[in-house]
């Protein structure tokens, strides 16, 4: 046993100080990135804002939404290879090309990539535990298979893991361990890493070997995706932002007069009770639930929330002084506050 004593933050930890700028309008900042790698020759040009691969998020709808923006999304993988299909066919390359695929560590998940006509160029490797050695082994397996492809891989939290995740093949890491809101993995196991620390560490790692992060939970509001940037991170990935849209998909559930007035919609986590009983009957029997379900109210489209946050980072860097979202990291000054200005978050828990 032993413990670390210096200290870790989370986004509510910390506010941005404001800088002398020379940018006169929000007009003026460009959100856009261009990224290269260190396996694949392919790059990634657009907003790197993504919806993450959650049932409720990573929909075909969702991903047409945020196109039109820019924005990327990891589709989530419930999808028949069937239905993947039909929609590449149908779909623009503008919008296929912001896509990643999600696959997790079991065998025949590899081999389903393979019966996708004309694939994305862009893999998710989605695992809970990202500190398992099979998530290894799955990532030089998909760099073997697919040599020129974007991969993405986690979660972890730390350097050191990383790092060997790029050494393994990986692209991008995607870095976060119970910071999302629909997440109970620290509550049922004491696990976790506090998120802006853990964006910071590992994007110092990833940097060095030229390679990329995910900042994946923990982003309640264009706040938080501006620390998270700010933080250093390459791309933010998003559930409950983006949740409660009609693009989503979910069960919108109709007001009752009682726990609500309003239509709500059932969100919940990909490792809750809820997610393991739609697509694998039920937990196992040595297993818990580590994530919760809850109604959100219902959003509408998602135009709205895309232009509000994409409002909200323009703004922040205008108050620094960034011209870009890249010059963002080297403007950023964190100072840490007394986290009691922590947002109220206005969802009714119902169920594990």
Not at 74 to 86: C, G, S
Not at 194 to 204: F, G, M, T
Not at 271 to 285: F, R
Not at 312 to 340: D, I, Q
Request: some cysteine; proline content about 3%; glycine content about 10%.
């Amino acid at each position: 046993m032993r413990i670390e004593n210096d200290i870790k933050l989370d986004f509510d930890d910390v506010l941005i100080r404001p800088k002398r700028s020379s940018l006169q309008s929000r007009k003026q900042v460009n959100l856009e990135r261009v990224f290269i790698f260190p396996h694949s020759d392919a790059n990634i040009k657009g907003i790197p804002i993504m919806a993450a691969n959650m049932d409720t998020t990573g929909t075909f709808a969702m991903a047409e939404a945020l196109s039109e923006h820019g924005l990327m999304i990891a589709l989530h993988k419930h999808y028949t290879v069937d239905e993947i299909n039909r929609w590449i066919i149908n779909s623009t390359s503008s919008i296929v090309e912001r896509v990643f695929l999600s696959i997790g560590t079991d065998k025949e998940e590899l081999n389903r990539l393979k019966r996708i006509s004309d694939i994305p160029n862009k893999i998710m490797i989605d695992i809970a535990n990202g500190y398992s050695e099979h998530l290894i082994d799955t990532i030089k397996r998909t760099r073997d298979a697919f040599p020129n492809h974007i991969i993405a891989a986690g979660n972890v939290v730390t350097a050191e893991m990383t790092e060997a995740l790029i050494l393994a093949g990986a692209d991008i890491v995607k870095c976060g361990i119970g910071s999302g809101s629909c997440c109970t993995t620290r509550l049922q196991t004491g696990v976790g890493y506090p998120q802006l620390s853990a964006v910071i560490e590992c994007a110092d790692a990833a940097h060095g070997l030229n390679a990329h992060i995910i900042s994946d939970g923990g982003c309640n509001g264009p706040d938080d995706f501006a620390k998270a940037f700010g933080a250093g991170s390459d791309f933010v990935m998003a559930g409950s932002y983006f949740a409660g849209h009609e693009e989503g998909g979910g069960d919108i559930i109709e007001p009752d007069g009682i726990i609500s007035t309003t239509r709500q919609v059932k969100h919940y986590g990909m490792s809750s009770k809820t997610a393991q009983e739609k697509y694998n009957g039920g937990l196992n029997d040595y297993r818990s639930s580590e994530g919760r379900t809850v109604l959100i109210d219902y959003k509408g489209p998602v135009e709205h929330s895309i232009q509000n946050l994409l409002g909200g980072l323009r703004s922040t860097c205008t108050y620094v002084g960034a011209h870009t979202l890249k010059e963002l990291p080297k403007r950023t000054t964190f100072v840490r506050v007394n986290n009691t200005h922590n947002r109220v978050l206005e969802n009714y828990t119902i169920g594990n």
